[in-house]
């Protein structure tokens, strides 16, 4: 089955840096790649995802990368704020006909430090 | 607006007892997934279900969990007998078709002492 290695489990940056988690998957058939934030109490909350075909996304200070061939994806935040402090997923997914297979990651815990 | 609503937040039961959790999809979504969240071993999926039926559950301990959809505005995961192994969080997300972004509920944190 799917494994997808996480790291760091913690990071810690000060407000404004930038922050980059990393994540290698096994599965060469998986083709989406989300990425999820979650809050204290709260449930996973998607932030950005990417898909086989594509190397690279950006939305405002987030983006994601993927190299297929090395099987591994990053997620980058630049200008970092305290509300980016939490616990941050990566997944990858192998979905077909109907059938989907979706393997986390352990999570990082991001502390940004004002 | 719209989202997953799991019920209960919390349970707190004795070993032994059944356990029923129950979700509540966002309507027109056609796949449901039950997560188990942990400490040690991060989310886990248990179940997932496409339009109702269930294509997955490899990850479900078969002796003592079961999930059900008895229909699209309704998600169930049963433990009996529940043991204090089972303490977690459990998380229900829904999603429309595969490969998309799946919406995740609170979770229900459950206690069995």
């Known amino acids: 089955g799917e494994n997808v290695e996480q790291h760091p489990s913690t990071l810690s940056v000060q407000e404004g840096d930038s922050a980059v988690i990393k994540c290698t998957y096994s599965d060469s058939a998986s083709n989406y790649f989300p990425w999820y934030k979650q809050e204290l109490g709260k449930g996973p909350q998607l932030i950005i995802d990417i898909r086989s075909n594509v190397g690279e996304k950006k939305d405002q200070r987030i983006a994601v990368t993927l190299n297929k061939t090395a099987k591994h994806f990053s997620l980058h935040i630049t200008e970092t704020q305290p509300e980016d402090s939490a616990v941050y997923f990566c997944a990858a997914s192998k979905g077909s006909g109907g059938y989907q297979k979706v393997t986390f990651g352990i999570g990082t815990k991001l502390q940004v430090i004002p | 607006d719209a989202r997953v609503t799991q019920t209960p937040r919390h349970k707190v039961t004795e070993m032994g007892q059944e356990v029923t959790m129950r979700c509540q999809p966002i309507?027109?979504?056609?796949?449901v997934f039950w997560y188990r969240q942990t400490m040690m071993q991060g989310l886990e999926l248990l179940a997932y279900f496409r339009n109702r039926a269930p294509l997955d559950d490899s990850g479900m301990p078969k002796d003592r969990f079961s999930a059900e959809m008895p229909d699209a505005t309704l998600a169930t995961l049963k433990i009996q007998p529940s043991e204090p192994r089972d303490s977690a969080v459990y998380f229900c997300?829904?999603?429309?078709?595969?490969?998309?972004?799946?919406?995740f509920g609170q979770g229900t944190r459950l206690t069995v002492v």
């Open positions: 309507l027109g979504h056609n796949t």
């Open positions: 997300a829904s999603g429309f078709e595969v490969n998309t972004e799946a919406f």
